[in-house]
């Protein structure tokens, strides 16, 4: 997978003296989802008859919640279904394939969090996903001793790109904006975070590359290479 290539940007660090906590968003940052999700978005649509691109689901549906995909979907394809309905057809399928795994990890996530833990950072999950999908990421890859909180769309009325979710992140945490860094892979997270006075560092997948990421404070092509630089191993 060819990843985004670095900016010169990528030379400054986003964790300074301040900086206590790390939020990492879920989806495409820790977790290997969007292809999977894909796959069940395109599932559902063959029912209507309709064929999702990749393009399009990159350029439109990434890194969006459910709820905003499936009002995306009826407009776009003018299908003859209520967005809640798409939506609800949505999370069950995401349901039921949580109830047999987790979704796989992004590379060196694990090793992430650990050296993050390890360096004595406080670590939060902010997701526009489910709770049940992190829970099942912590639980299976054993990474829960490592985060002191999540942050789901279940917690929020309005999921990224609003900035509530790491507002409240950072109220639960009693931490303030100056010491956080939230760590994301699109434009919509990004938002999110910068929107409630974050550094954030991006890391984008092959799916947000086209994104505008000219908000963020640094961006590389990997958690790997973010690490390195961050923490000088």
């Known amino acids: 997978m060819t990843l985004y290539p670095v900016t010169s940007s990528s030379h400054h660090r986003a964790v300074g003296n301040e900086t206590t906590t790390l939020l990492f968003d879920h989806d495409g ?18 029912e209507y008859r309709v064929e999702l691109s990749e393009d399009f689901y990159c350029e439109v549906m ?31 399928s995401i349901s039921d394939y949580l109830d047999r795994q987790a979704f ?14 390890k360096n004595g950072y406080t670590i939060g999950i902010v997701t526009g996903g489910s709770k049940k999908s992190v829970e099942k990421t912590l639980s299976q890859y054993e990474l829960g001793s490592y ?3 999540v942050v789901a769309v279940e917690d929020v009325a309005n999921s990224k790109p609003a900035p509530d979710c790491y507002e409240l992140a950072m109220a639960k945490l009693n931490k303030s904006p100056s010491e956080c860094v939230a760590i994301e892979d ?17 890391v984008p997948t092959i799916l947000s590359k086209h994104h505008d990421f000219t908000r963020a404070t640094v961006q590389y ?12 191993r």
């Open 186 to 202: 699109t434009q919509t997270g990004m938002n999110a975070a910068v929107s409630a006075g974050l550094a954030c560092v991006v």
């Open 29 to 46: 940052t820790l977790i290997d989802s969007e292809t999977v999700h894909y796959d069940l978005w395109r599932d559902i649509l063959h």
């Open 62 to 92: 990434a890194g969006i919640p459910v709820k905003q995909n499936a009002v995306d979907l009826v407009e776009h394809f003018q299908l003859d279904v209520a967005p809640a309905v798409l939506a609800d057809k949505k999370h069950k």
């Open 147 to 149: 985060v002191s909180c």
């Open 104 to 117: 796989p990890l992004m590379p060196f996530a694990k090793e992430t969090l650990s050296t993050c833990f």
């Open 221 to 232: 092509t990997s958690l790997n290479e973010w690490v390195s630089r961050e923490f000088g």
